[in-house]
């Protein structure tokens, strides 16, 4: 149920970290194979070498589980490295469409780049605005912070560092919310906007919704590695 992990396609059990250049466009990254590899926005990552084929694009995101209201439930687990005094309304996580310049559901820096808090902004594809709310805790502030943001039939719950905001994150989900992009560090619809500036490092996401224990688990020890192809046997 781990339904996506930025990594290495040909090492499947390595997890990469992205830094998000200013433009938002591009970030630079080894691999633990030793491997430098470029990720972008629109053609996933790139391998440069020295390991293995270089300029070979693969898909950065393979994410199959349920988009939109999550009444199935969802996680998402990331570290971040980012400065968000200065930074006004910049997004260093972000589902949007490239149909629809509505619907959204993000992660993002402080509206006017006050202070080092996150905010989380939900809209569906009609433009209702289903949630807008600025954490309590001030992760954003240069140093890394580990973020998980779980949620189901609109109970939304944000953590920091393992330690649960103080906020509230609950929301009546209504209409619909139809994405087709899965972006770090802006957002992607007719044009990029919102670039963030900053580094992130073992971001997933789960079709459930971890547990507490779980949240402490991957914190601690990392996520686990996406599971590699099984070939076929004869």
């Known amino acids: 149920d781990l339904t996506g992990a930025f990594h290495d396609p040909e090492y499947p059990g390595s997890i990469l970290d992205f830094a998000l250049s200013q433009d938002g466009l591009r970030g630079l990254s080894v691999d633990p ?15 440069l070498g020295p390991v293995g084929p ?11 589980g349920q988009r939109g209201l999550f009444s199935d439930g969802r996680s998402l687990a990331l570290w971040v490295n980012i400065t968000g005094t200065g930074q006004s309304d910049r997004r260093f996580f972000a589902e949007s469409s490239t149909n629809n310049l509505n619907p959204l559901f993000v ?11 996150i905010r989380v902004y939900i809209r569906n594809d009609a ?47 209504s209409g619909t919310l139809t994405l087709d992009q899965t972006v770090l560090g802006a957002i992607v619809r007719t044009t990029v906007s919102h670039h963030c500036a900053g580094i992130l490092d073992e971001v997933a996401l789960w079709n459930r919704v971890l547990s507490f224990a779980e949240i402490q688990e991957i ?10 192809p099984t070939p076929p046997a004869i």
């Open 33 to 47: 194979g030793g491997r430098c590899l470029l990720w972008d926005l629109d053609r996933g990552v790139h391998c």
């Open 54 to 64: 270089p300029g070979v694009w693969a898909t950065a995101l393979d994410s199959t």
């Open 107 to 117: 992660f993002g820096t402080h509206i006017n780049g006050a202070n080092g808090s």
């Open 127 to 173: 433009g209702t605005v289903l949630l807008d709310r600025t954490s309590a805790g001030r992760p954003l502030d240069g140093t890394w912070h580990h973020v998980v943001w779980t949620e189901t039939n609109g109970l939304g719950k944000l953590y920091i560092d393992g330690t649960l905001d103080d906020n509230d994150y609950a929301y009546t989900p």
């Open 219 to 228: 914190r601690t020890t990392g996520i686990p590695a996406p599971i590699a």
